[in-house]
């Protein structure tokens, strides 16, 4: 790729967001990169992405969409996003998010609401909510996001995309404004497998400044991808907990299913208990650990945090050490269960969100948080690695996601699970085409 195709790459993206950011207000901050020669080996040489606002990134505002940080301007990059620059990536902007990753609408009061490029009227899911928008309405190649309950894979089942959420100290959080220091994970989102495969690799890796970060042997995910799933043992999660999603959602589940048995895998129905409690105590860490971190403020000046994000903080100040100390407990069954579990299978197969994007309009956020997490929460609580991708559409036209779940480092095979399922079918190649030239 040389100078001139890099310039036209990065013009026709910077045209997509000066057209569509006005309506769908993906981008806090948009940023004109400067263009120098690219060394065009490296992996991602000219290739334009987003960064959610929590990144921390040099003489760039960095807000996590929040009123306290709207000055707040970072001396230096996080490690993921020094690591995608080292890659030869141009970085488009910073992306619009909710209020401190405490949310899934992207309802936000202090800069803008994002809007689902399906329909205008729709949430886009959060907390990542801009940067599934950006990917999805054509404004970057991918993005970086953050998932702490769902917040990669949520807005990428409502808006079609490709999100990924790695194992538990596989990615570095240094430089990413927390909101659980227990549950947050760091992962791409884009149009297709093969592209979330690439950045993954690129941000992949031991990082001594981040303390959650694991010295882990890294696999090389793109020479795997072709390799198929014949002869693979795949667990689809079945009960009444799963059994609440939308008709459209469970319609397209099956249909997964045949996808699958189709390219070889042996499909079973499991069973998987304690995804309830799973969800349920990863919402008691999460808001217990946001209100943790942001206590100062909150004694300061509650009223300066978004309604729906300060209830949350109320309730996490209000959880007990009994409370947290039952979940923590929690946290280390599940992941032992789910040790367990995937003894018997390769992977785990569920509905990424239990229904298509919420209208705006009388939507609640909070419990907005508590319906869309239900099956994304529990394998931030085990830190298990987990990607949502497109597997249909429902009757009104939106898209719906299905969710891979591999065990701990098992990232090569969600990607080429993944990747065997989206050349079958090709639901990735239908964009929102409103927000497309």
């Known amino acids: 790729m040389g100078k001139t195709s890099i310039d036209e790459i990065v013009t026709y993206y910077r045209k997509q967001i000066k057209k569509h950011n006005p309506v769908l207000n993906a981008y806090i901050t948009t940023l004109l990169p400067k263009l120098n020669v690219f060394d065009i080996g490296k992996p991602l040489a000219g290739i334009p992405l987003a960064i959610k606002d929590l990144f921390e990134t040099e003489g760039i505002a960095t807000t996590a969409g929040t009123k306290f940080l709207r000055n707040n301007i970072p001396g230096e990059d996080a490690t993921v996003v020094r690591k995608l620059k080292d890659a030869g990536a141009i970085i488009l902007g910073k992306t619009n998010m909710h209020e401190i990753a405490l949310g899934v609408t992207n309802i936000n009061s202090h800069y803008g609401n994002c809007l689902n490029p399906w329909d205008i009227q729709r949430i886009p899911g959060g907390s990542s909510g801009g940067s599934a928008v950006a990917v999805a309405a054509g404004m970057c190649v991918a993005a970086l996001g953050s998932d ?199 992977l785990l197969i569920l509905p990424t969100t239990p229904s298509t994007a919420p209208l705006i309009e009388g939507s609640d956020a909070v ?53 065997a399922y989206e050349q079958s079918t090709g639901w990735h190649e239908q964009p929102p085409t409103a927000f497309l030239e």
């Open 367 to 419: 419990e907005q948080a508590r319906k869309l997490t239900r099956f994304t929460a529990p394998f931030n609580l085990a830190g298990l690695p987990a990607m949502s991708l497109p597997c249909g559409f429902s009757t009104e036209g939106l898209p719906v996601g299905l969710q891979i779940v591999g065990p701990e480092w098992a990232e090569t095979k969600v990607l080429v699970a993944g990747y």
């Open 148 to 346: 702490t309950g769902g917040s990669i894979r949520i807005p990428s089942s409502l808006c079609g995309t490709v999100g990924i959420k790695p194992t538990y100290g596989k990615v570095s959080l240094h430089g990413v404004i927390p909101l659980s220091w227990n549950l947050d994970h760091v992962g791409p989102i884009a149009n297709n497998v093969r592209d979330a495969a690439l950045i993954l690799q690129t941000i992949a890796g031991y990082d001594k400044l981040d303390p959650a970060s694991i010295d882990h042997p890294e696999d090389e995910y793109i020479s795997h991808l072709e390799n198929g799933v014949r002869g693979w043992k795949i667990a689809y999660a079945i009960g009444d907990y799963i059994e609440v999603s939308q008709p459209d959602v469970l319609s397209a589940m099956q249909a997964v299913i045949k996808i699958f048995e189709n390219l070889g895998a042996k499909i079973g129905n499991a069973v998987v208990p304690w995804l309830r409690e799973a969800a349920l105590a990863n919402g008691v860490m999460t808001q217990a650990d946001a209100a943790a971190y942001h206590h100062e403020r909150l004694i300061a000046s509650p009223q300066d945090f978004g309604e729906d994000v300060l209830r949350r903080l109320k309730m996490g100040m209000a959880c007990t050490s009994s409370e947290y100390a039952q979940a923590r407990r929690l946290q280390t069954e599940v992941k032992h269960k789910f040790k367990l579990f995937f003894n018997d299978y390769d």
